[in-house]
C-alpha cells in the first residue's frame, strides 16, 4: 500500500470479539483521503458453505475507499470499514467484486450512504502477490451507495449501477453526493 498510496498519516486499531485486529490506515493526497484497511488478508475468505475451512488456500483482500477531503466527517469511517473487514471472519463473508456490503448505519455523521459496492481490483494498488500455495491479496475499492442504489443494484446488477453512475458523470468520490437517477 505503502507503494501505491505513501505512507499513511493516520491509523486505528479495532478488535472484535473473537477476530483478529483490523487496522485502518488513512492516505491523503492532495483533496483525496484514502482509507485502507489492514489485517483482512491475514487469512483466506472462505465460503459459508464449505464443509472444513481450509487455513492456507483461498481469496484474500483488503478494501480501499476513496472520498473527497474536507466536505464530510469521513474519519468516522474507520470503525464502519473494520466491521466491513472483519464480516469475512464473523460472517463467513467471501467479499469479491460486485458484492454489496452494508453496515446498517450511515458509514459517517450524516453520511447518505449505509453501504458499498465492492469494485474491480486493480486501479489503485495492485494485487500482492504471495508465496505459493497462497492466493494474492486483492485490494477492493469501495464505491459508497445510497439505500435506493443499493435496492436498484439487487435488482439489476452491479455492472447496471456502475454504467448508470458514469451516464450520469457520478463522482464517487464525493461525500455528501446525492443518489443518482434510477428511472
Known amino acids: 500500500m505503502r ?3 505513501g505512507e499513511p498519516d493516520a491509523r486505528a486499531a479495532v478488535t472484535f470479539l473473537g477476530t483478529d485486529r483490523i487496522e485502518v490506515l488513512r492516505f491523503q493526497e492532495g483533496d483525496i483521503v484514502r482509507y ?38 469521513t474519519g468516522k469511517v474507520l470503525r464502519p470499514l473494520a466491521v466491513l473487514a472483519a464480516s469475512p471472519q464473523v460472517e463467513g463473508l467471501v467479499v469479491a ?10 458509514l459517517w455523521p450524516g453520511a447518505p450512504f449505509t453501504s458499498v459496492l465492492v469494485a474491480e481490483p486493480g486501479g489503485l494498488v495492485e494485487d500482492l ?3 505459493e500455495p497462497l492466493d494474492p491479496v486483492r485490494f477492493l475499492p469501495l464505491l459508497p451507495m445510497t439505500p435506493n442504489e443499493a435496492a ?15 451516464n450520469q458523470g457520478t463522482d464517487l468520490r464525493d461525500p455528501s453526493r446525492k443518489s443518482v437517477p434510477l428511472e
Do not use: F, I, N, Y
Open 3 to 5: 507503494t501505491a498510496l
Open 36 to 73: 485502507a484497511t489492514l489485517g483482512m488478508s491475514a487469512h483466506p475468505m472462505t465460503d459459508p458453505t464449505a464443509v472444513v475451512a481450509d487455513p492456507v488456500k483461498g481469496p484474500r483482500a483488503e478494501l480501499v475507499l476513496s472520498v473527497r477531503a474536507g466536505l464530510a466527517d
Open 97 to 106: 467484486p460486485g458484492a454489496s456490503l452494508d453496515v446498517g448505519e450511515p
Open 129 to 131: 502477490e504471495l508465496d
Open 152 to 166: 436498484w443494484k439487487r435488482v439489476h446488477g452491479a455492472q447496471a449501477l456502475q454504467e448508470r453512475w458514469l
